[in-house]
């Protein structure tokens, strides 16, 4: 393992700590809020649905960046082998 990983894994894990800490507080404060359960369980799904939404914002972000980059080596790739094929081709006259 490198360095970065460990630093990535590092900060995973930091991040990971503060969104179970943040959740554990926030269903404490649901817990003890002084409304009836019907409501406590409506704003436990407003949450749940949130987090659901943000994680499948994040993922379709993360695909889209791969994909784009994905389109742009095999461009780049395409692009080389035609000048390869080119410099091929004019190397062949030349002789």
Known sequence: M???????NAMTLFNMAGVA????ML????????????TK???GMG?????LSL????????DARIRED??????EARDDRMLEEFVADRSDRGA
């Open 21 to 24: 800490t943040a959740y554990g």
């Open 2 to 8: 490198t360095q970065r990983d460990t630093g990535n």
């Open 55 to 62: 994680v499948n914002l994040v993922k379709y972000r993360i």
């Open 70 to 75: 994905r389109l742009t080596r095999l461009e």
């Open 27 to 38: 269903a404490l404060s649901i817990w003890l809020a002084p409304v009836n359960l019907s």
């Open 47 to 51: 949450v749940f649905l949130l987090t």
């Open 41 to 43: 369980g409506f704003w």
